[in-house]
C-alpha cells in the first residue's frame, strides 16, 4: 500500500522512510516510530493499517544514522543484535529525524505521533520536545519513567503491559505519579504485545490498546 521515501533533517541528514496515504476521507496525518527492529514489516502494515483510518502515515527510518537500511525480525539472535544498537543512539539527533517527518506530512494536518518499544519512547519525547503535534500515543516505551518530569505538551496516551519483563510495575507507577497529565493504561501482558509477529503477542491487549489509539486520536485530532 505505501512506499518509500527519502526525509531530510533540519541538519541537512537524509534518512529512508515508509509513507502510506490516507484511505477513504482524511481525519488527518501519524509519524509513526519504530521499535529497535526498524522500519520492517511489522512498522509498514502498522502504518498501512492506520492509513486504512484515515490517517496518512510516515514512519522514519530513525536507526540510519547509525546502520542505513536496518531491518530485522524477533528471533532470539535478531533481537539481541538490534539491542545492541540502544547505547548508540543520539536521541538529539533522533529528535531532528523525526521532527522530519512531521514536516513531510504538513500538508495532511493535524499530526499525531505513535511508537513501539523504544518509538514509545521516542513518541513521549517527542510529545515534549517538539511543537506541532496534536496528540501522541507511546506503547511499552523502556525509557519513559526515566523522563516522567518531561511535560508533554500535547494529550499523551501512554500502554504498558504488567509481564514487561524490561518495564517493571515500578516504573509505571513512576510515570502515574509524575505524569498525572498522561491518560495511561496498562493490560495483562508482555513487552511487544502489539506485535502479531512476536510471540510476546496479546490479541485481546492488542485490540484494546487499538481501539483506545484511535479514540484518542479521532478526539484530539479534528481538522
Not at 535478531?78 to 548508540?88: G, K, L, T, Y
Not at 510529545?127 to 506503547?139: E, H, N
Not at 496479546?202 to 485530532?221: D, I, N, P
Amino acid at each position: 500500500m505505501g512506499s518509500k521515501v527519502t526525509l531530510t533533517a533540519s541538519d541537512g541528514f537524509k534518512l529512508g522512510g515508509y509513507r502510506a496515504e490516507a484511505q477513504g476521507a482524511p481525519k488527518g496525518a501519524l509519524v509513526v516510530i519504530q521499535e529497535i527492529f526498524g522500519v520492517n514489516h511489522h512498522i509498514r502494515a502498522m502504518c498501512d493499517r492506520f492509513a486504512g483510518h484515515g490517517y496518512t502515515c510516515v514512519a522514519p527510518a530513525v536507526f540510519d544514522r547509525l546502520k542505513p537500511n536496518f531491518e530485522s525480525g524477533y528471533s532470539p539472535d535478531e533481537i539481541a543484535a538490534a539491542r545492541q544498537m540502544i547505547p548508540q543512539i543520539d536521541w538529539a539527533a533522533m529528535m531532528r529525524d523525526v521532527a522530519a517527518a512531521q514536516e513531510s506530512l504538513k500538508s495532511a494536518a493535524p499530526v499525531g505521533i505513535i511508537g513501539w518499544c523504544m518509538g514509545g519512547t521516542v513518541a513521549f519525547l517527542a510529545a515534549g520536545k517538539l511543537d506541532g503535534f496534536s496528540a501522541a500515543v507511546g506503547l511499552y516505551g523502556g525509557m519513559v519513567a526515566k523522563n516522567a518530569d518531561l511535560k508533554p505538551k500535547v494529550p499523551t496516551q501512554l500502554h504498558f503491559g504488567d509481564q514487561d519483563q524490561s518495564i517493571p510495575m515500578s516504573d509505571v507507577e513512576i510515570v502515574k505519579q509524575q505524569r498525572p497529565d498522561c491518560e495511561i493504561y496498562v493490560y495483562p501482558a508482555g513487552h511487544g504485545f502489539q506485535c502479531d509477529e512476536r510471540g510476546s503477542y496479546h490479541e485481546q491487549s492488542a485490540k484494546l490498546a487499538m481501539e483506545r489509539t484511535l479514540a484518542w486520536f479521532g478526539k484530539h485530532m479534528k481538522k
